[in-house]
């Protein structure tokens, strides 16, 4: 597709539940970040992705999290045990792989995930 | 103290104003700052990237970085009902090694009323 893809638009679940997000980057993005934005709050940044490989992933709140890149395209955030307080939007973005700086991020429409 | 402040607002103009919206940090390892536009139940857009001090202008928009102050703003000119959204601010260090995250302000919730 022309953008980035994340399924599903809006996700609710049972506190103690398992909960896939799926994210498809941009074709021939090579970076691809997860993030997580609560109401009235700035995107709070939880992994990133070089490729295959979670290159930066200090922004996951604990092991309850988990998120994987195995083909270096599609990209599945994991969240085991949910809880009230997981409840918030899920951005995926990719970018292109700059040598310096950020460079810009593209994002996802996000996944809505409410724990009840 | 966050390491990025941005006033949430909400800001209310009328079509046709100029728009100042701001952002202060304290981390001067910041090398990168940007400014991202966010309609409502949507993913944050791009609207301004600029590295260091000093100023870019992009049609009617103007983002503004002084280091030295660790402020930045970004200017609307001739504001447009279509320019309401939130407006957050979000900047990164020097790109050492894998360190791509940025941080960001609460953003702004601007409403441009015709």
């Known amino acids: 597709g022309a953008g980035v893809s994340q399924t599903p638009s809006n996700k609710v679940t049972e506190k103690g539940k398992y909960v896939e997000l799926r994210c498809d980057p941009i074709?021939?993005?090579?970076?691809l970040y997860w993030y997580r934005q609560s109401l009235g709050q700035g995107p709070e940044f939880l992994i990133y992705?070089?490729?295959?490989?979670?290159?930066?992933d200090s922004g996951l709140p604990n092991d309850r999290f988990f998120a994987v890149r195995p083909e270096g395209s599609v990209s599945t955030l994991k969240i085991q045990r949910t809880e009230r307080g997981d409840s918030a939007v899920y951005l995926c973005?990719?970018?292109?792989?700059?040598?310096?700086?950020?460079?810009?991020?593209?994002f996802g429409e996000g996944s809505r995930l409410t724990v009840l | 103290q966050k390491e990025v402040e941005q006033d949430p607002g909400p800001l209310s103009v009328p079509e046709g104003a100029i728009v100042s919206l701001n952002c202060t940090y304290s981390?001067?390892?910041?090398?990168?700052f940007m400014w991202y536009r966010q309609y409502s139940r949507k993913g944050p857009e791009l609207l301004m990237y600029?590295?260091s001090s000093g100023n870019k202008e992009d049609g009617r928009f103007t983002a503004q970085v002084d280091k030295s102050s660790k402020y930045i703003s970004l200017f609307i000119r001739d504001s447009q009902p279509s320019d309401s959204a939130t407006y957050l601010c979000?900047?990164?260090?020097?790109?050492?090694?894998?360190?791509?995250?940025?941080?960001w302000g609460l953003g702004t919730s601007l409403a441009v009323n015709p």
């Open positions: 973005a990719s970018s292109l792989n700059f040598a310096g700086g950020p460079g810009e991020l593209f």
């Open positions: 074709s021939g993005h090579t970076a």
């Open positions: 992705f070089q490729g295959t490989g979670a290159a930066d």
């Open positions: 981390n001067s390892a910041f090398q990168y």
């Open positions: 600029t590295y």
């Open positions: 979000a900047m990164s260090p020097y790109n050492a090694g894998n360190n791509r995250k940025l941080i």
